[in-house]
């Protein structure tokens, strides 16, 4: 699986966007962008994926660069309770690949 | 409704002991994943289930660890003499076969504590 990089800590303010980002500059054509989240003493649980195209959910939206190198994971209007660990995931669904390989993922810290 | 659950949700053991943990994932899905997450890291692949068949355990870190689904539903890890090293949150996922994006569903994992 191609690897991601991402910050090990960003800070926001509570009712501001807050934008993550993620570099994957070894992505191949048919990998998948997804993004989970895991807040304090649960498992992960997905946000959002996206291919080429960006995309929105009522989540959370995913810009993706225009060369797939970069990714942006965009939080509209931040919570306390997005505060979490953000995890950035190329997954190859052609190619029928099942695990999860996380990172280290970004820290979110919400200020209210 | 139901989402995946794991029990117990907390473990204490001494060294040497074996212990088992168990996932009910959520109802009808094909695959079910237990990861292994240490202190301040991410989660780690152990292994993954279609049905009863197990088809990676490339991620179980040694022979002490084994993990079995005998009817396609609920599974358990168990671990063998048990060592310091394995204290860590163990993560139960389970995924619907056919969804195109093969979105996992997590426990809210087991902690495991060898002293």
């Known amino acids: 699986d191609a690897k991601t990089t991402q910050p090990n800590s960003m800070e926001s303010n509570e009712e501001e966007p807050v934008h993550l980002p993620c570099n994957h500059s070894t992505i191949s054509g048919t990998d998948y962008i997804h993004w989970y989240r895991q807040l304090p003493s649960q498992g992960p649980e997905y946000v959002i994926h996206?291919?080429?195209s960006n995309v929105n959910n009522r989540m959370a939206s995913l810009a993706i660069a225009e060369d797939r190198k970069s990714s942006t994971l965009i939080l509209h209007r931040a919570t306390l309770r997005d505060a979490a660990v953000y995890y950035c995931?190329?997954?190859?669904?052609?190619?029928?690949?099942?695990?999860?390989?996380f990172g280290q993922g970004t820290r979110l810290t919400i200020n209210p | 409704g139901a989402g995946v659950s794991q029990s117990p949700r907390y473990k204490v053991a001494k060294r040497g002991q074996d212990v088992a943990l168990r996932c009910d994932p959520i109802?009808?899905?094909?695959?079910l994943f237990w990861y292994q997450q240490a202190l301040g890291q991410g989660p780690e692949f152990l292994t993954y289930f279609q049905n009863e068949a197990q088809l990676d355990k490339s991620g179980l870190p040694s022979d002490r660890f084994f993990a079995e689904r005998p009817e396609g539903s609920v599974s358990t890890l168990k671990i063998q003499r048990t060592q310091q090293e394995d204290s860590a949150v163990y993560l139960c996922?389970?995924?619907?076969?056919?969804?195109?994006?093969?979105?996992?569903?997590f426990g809210p994992g087991t902690r495991l504590t060898v002293l």
């Open positions: 996206g291919l080429t």
């Open positions: 995931i190329l997954r190859d669904l052609i190619q029928g690949a099942q695990k999860l390989v």
């Open positions: 109802s009808g899905h094909v695959s």
């Open positions: 996922a389970s995924s619907p076969w056919r969804e195109v994006h093969n979105e996992q569903f």
